[in-house]
């Protein structure tokens, strides 16, 4: 038999699904927890779990389905950081647009973070972009409903909080949640992008609030390098180190309570 | 039901994207309202020379600030020699100084031979000027009239050589005239 035959071609089919299946993102976390809402949405958490004191919650991921994202929590969990990610966009149904932000509800963030509060483990946020909104409006309501527990701190990584366009000659006007939280801050940001000369700017808008913010530039990268299609060689290797920054970030986040 | 609130969210998404799309499009010079104080500007070229923005005066002169990893600045440069070829020939006094926002000389070159721009290119390596011209994004414009004064800014890539700019710059031009 030919190994062109229609045979051999439905088993190899068959064998590449399996691989597929057995690769999928489903499978590569631990767990997949789900959280039902009060308006009987579910949302659902991928869980790499660890037996350390931190637990490090990306909104508003869609679980985590990049591979960088997923091999860096992958690598976290295996240093004892335990990660969580939950979908918030296919939850509510939401497309993956700047626009979709405001229809997270702010509660389903908190019922996500009591929810992690459970496991005894200190609570850390961390999104990218635009989504760096939801981590401050989630803290901003945190300290205000859940006074006796203190989360850890947050890390805005590239985060892009303007409210309108940038005009020049002008500072930037901010999102009206920048600087309402007193939450420890670390900001991130590439040295190649424009946003690296707003980063002083944004750390002072960001301790309004009382957070102790800690501004790091990393070298030789663009914005969103981790989601780049074309990744140079510094921005290859940063991706892999990932899990190494953001150990770093915990590790500066938790000095600023002591 | 839930289906069908998930394509209605899917197309207005596509539609605000086409918007957004096309708002960028149209990034336009912006009249400067309540003065803005011109901040000095005296910087290396590209070719080693100085270069003090104040010498400038009775020029119309542009100055950007702009980036190689910036695509927009990458693609409207060609609109940028041609707006100055156009004012050449109507013999209009004006001059365009593009400030690098911070990268070394050697980047900034391999772009220029890529890119060729024609006019005059500034190094900002450790973005002293980024910071004293206010400015927090790329490409950030600046349209100084003869006297020195900033009369227009503009952010975003945009064709300089429209009808709509090159009248503006004229204007300006004939005001001192």
Redesign the interface.
């Given at each position: 038999m030919s190994q062109t035959s229609p045979y051999y071609l439905q088993k190899l089919i068959t064998v590449g699904l399996f691989f597929l299946f057995l690769s999928s993102n489903l499978f590569a976390a631990d767990e997949v927890k789900t959280i039902e809402m009060a308006n009987s949405t579910d949302i659902d958490i991928r869980i790499f779990s660890a037996k350390g004191d931190k637990l490090l919650i990306g909104f508003a991921c869609d679980q985590g389905s990049s591979k960088a994202e997923e091999e860096t929590s992958k690598a976290l969990a295996k240093d004892g950081v335990e990660v969580w990610m939950p979908d918030m966009l296919s939850a509510y149904?939401?497309?993956k647009?700047r626009?979709?932000l405001s229809d997270i509800p702010t509660d389903s963030l908190i019922k996500i973070i009591e929810e992690a509060q459970k496991t005894n483990k200190n609570i850390y946020l961390v999104a990218s972009g635009p989504d760096t909104e939801l981590i401050l409006r989630a803290a901003q309501t945190w300290e205000s409903t859940h006074k006796d527990k203190q989360l850890g701190g947050a890390i805005l990584m590239f985060p892009r909080l303007n409210k309108t366009?940038?005009?020049?000659?002008?500072?930037?006007n901010y999102q009206d949640i920048v600087g309402k939280t007193k939450l420890p801050i670390m900001v991130l940001e590439g040295e190649?992008?424009?946003?690296?000369?707003?980063i002083?700017?944004l750390t002072h808008a960001l301790k309004k609030g009382g957070s102790t913010v800690y501004a790091k530039l990393i070298p030789d990268v663009?914005g969103y390098f981790f989601k780049r299609n074309d990744p140079n060689v510094p921005e290859d290797l940063v991706t892999s180190q990932m899990s190494g920054l953001i150990k770093a970030s915990l590790f500066y986040l938790g000095k600023a309570h002591q | 039901m839930k289906v069908s609130i998930s394509i209605k969210k899917v197309l207005l998404a596509s539609l605000l994207s086409i918007y957004s799309l096309s708002s960028l499009n149209a990034a336009e010079l912006k009249k400067v309202e309540s003065e803005i104080k011109t901040p000095s500007l005296k910087l290396e070229t590209l070719d080693g020379k100085s270069l003090d923005l104040k010498d400038e005066l009775g020029k119309v002169v542009l100055v950007q600030f702009w980036a190689t990893y910036c695509t927009p600045c990458r693609v409207e440069m060609p609109s940028m020699n041609k707006l100055i070829k156009k004012l050449e020939a109507d013999k209009v006094p004006f001059k365009i100084i593009a400030v690098n926002m911070g990268e070394t000389k050697a980047e900034v070159q391999k772009f220029v031979d890529a890119v060729k721009p024609e006019f005059t290119i500034l190094l900002d390596s450790k973005g002293e000027n980024v910071q004293a011209w206010n400015v927090f994004a790329a490409p950030s414009n600046f349209v100084i009239d003869t006297k020195g004064k900033i009369r227009y800014t503009l952010y975003g890539g945009v064709e300089w050589d429209s009808e709509e700019i090159t009248k503006a710059i004229k204007d300006l031009a004939k005001e001192s005239s």
């Open positions: 149904m939401l497309p647009v626009s979709s366009k940038p005009e020049p000659g002008k500072a930037p190649r992008t424009p946003n690296r000369w707003g002083q700017h663009r | -």
